[in-house]
């Protein structure tokens, strides 16, 4: 497979696995009361989900980045 395309693709999962798990997870808080709609709470949610996502992916990057033989 192309680098290029690799990359790209690596990125688009990690974006929709970071939007996946923090829109549930918002879904929940706010559920429970925890925040309203459009604070800081909710914020911080995608921020700190956002950080964590692009903490795994660099370290898993060279799992699935690595070049091909």
Known sequence: MNPTLKGVLYV???VLLWGTAA???DTVL???G???AGTAGQAVTFTTYGL???VLA???A???LK???
């Open 34 to 36: 925890a925040y309203d």
């Open 58 to 60: 660099v370290r898993l």
């Open 62 to 64: 060279g799992r699935f």
């Open 23 to 25: 829109s549930l997870a």
């Open 30 to 32: 706010l559920t429970r």
């Open 67 to 69: 070049a091909e033989p």
């Open 52 to 54: 964590a996502a692009v």
């Open 12 to 14: 688009s999962v990690w």
